[in-house]
C-alpha cells in the first residue's frame, strides 16, 4: 500500500510471479483514476487508467481493480519480469480542481517494486 | 516523435540564489504542467497551464516559485532566493488539451540547494 513517511512501501517478487501493488485513495468524488511506473533517474510512464464506471480494466501484462465501496486500487502485473522493477503510482483526479472544469492528478507515495531474477 | 525534454538535467546551487528550470513540451500539447518529487514522495503538483486560459497557481508552495509558459509551448519554472528544502526533482509534464489526464512526464531537473 501507499506510504505515508519517507520509506516507500517495497514489495519484491521473484521473477514470472505476479505481482500486485495496492493503493487506498481518499475522495469518493474521484472518476478517474491512473497507475504510473517511474525507473529510476526517469520521469513516471503511464500504465493503465480506468473510470469509477468501471471495476476492472486489463491491459497488456497489467490488470487495475477499482473498488469503489473501500475506495481500493489495485495494479496487477502477470509474470513480472526484471524490466518491472520500478516505483509504481497510484492517482485519483477528485481532490484538486482547477476551474474550467479541468481536475488535476494527485499521486499517492509509491510503492517500490524490486524483481528476483 | 520527441517527448517532454526539461534542462538541466541537474542543477546545484547555493542558498540564497535564484534558479530557472525549463520544459519544452510534446508539440502540440496544449496543457503543461509543474510537479515537485521529493525523495521517497509522491508527485507534489505546482502549477498547470491550458492553452491561453490563466494558469492554475494553487500547487506553488511560496511566492518565491513562478512560472511561465510563452507562446502556448516553452515553459519555465523560477525560484528565487533557493532554500535548502527546495531541493527535490521537479518534474514536467504535458497533455493533449482538456480533460486529459495521460499525461506524458520528462526526466525531470535534479535541484540540490548546498
Known amino acids: 500500500g501507499e506510504s505515508v513517511g519517507l520509506h516507500l512501501p517495497t514489495l519484491s517478487v521473484q521473477e514470472g510471479d505476479n505481482s500486485i501493488i495496492n493503493c487506498a485513495y481518499s475522495?469518493?468524488?474521484?472518476?478517474?483514476f491512473i497507475w504510473y511506473k517511474q525507473e529510476s533517474g526517469k520521469g513516471p510512464q503511464f500504465i493503465i487508467d480506468?473510470?469509477?464506471?468501471?471495476d476492472k480494466r486489463q491491459g497488456q501484462r497489467v490488470t487495475v481493480l477499482l473498488n469503489k465501496t473501500v475506495k481500493h486500487l489495485s495494479l496487477q502485473i502477470a509474470a513480472t519480469q526484471p524490466g518491472d522493477s520500478a516505483v509504481y503510482f497510484c492517482?485519483?483526479?477528485?481532490?484538486?480542481?482547477?476551474?474550467?472544469?479541468?481536475?488535476?492528478?494527485?499521486f499517492g507515495k509509491g510503492t517500490k517494486l524490486s524483481v528476483i531474477p | 516523435g520527441a517527448g517532454v525534454s526539461q534542462s538541466p538535467s541537474n542543477k546545484v546551487t547555493e542558498k540564497g540564489k535564484d534558479v530557472e528550470l525549463r520544459c519544452d513540451p510534446i508539440?502540440?500539447?496544449?496543457?503543461l504542467y509543474w510537479y515537485r518529487q521529493s525523495l521517497g514522495q509522491g508527485l507534489e503538483f505546482l502549477i498547470y497551464?491550458?492553452?491561453?486560459?490563466?494558469?492554475?497557481k494553487s500547487g506553488l508552495p511560496s511566492d518565491r516559485f513562478s512560472a511561465e509558459r510563452t507562446g502556448g509551448s516553452v515553459s519555465t519554472l523560477t525560484i528565487q532566493r533557493t532554500q535548502q528544502e527546495d531541493s527535490a526533482v521537479y518534474l514536467c509534464?504535458?497533455?493533449?488539451?482538456?480533460?486529459?489526464?495521460?499525461?506524458?512526464f520528462g526526466p525531470g531537473t535534479r535541484l540540490t540547494v548546498t
Open positions: 509534464a504535458s497533455s493533449q488539451g482538456h480533460p486529459s489526464y495521460e499525461q506524458y
Open positions: 475522495n469518493s468524488a474521484s472518476d478517474y
Open positions: 480506468i473510470r469509477s464506471n468501471m
Open positions: 492517482a485519483e483526479n477528485g481532490q484538486r480542481y482547477s476551474g474550467a472544469g479541468s481536475y488535476q492528478l494527485t
Open positions: 508539440s502540440g500539447h496544449t496543457a
Open positions: 497551464f491550458q492553452g491561453n486560459s490563466a494558469p492554475d
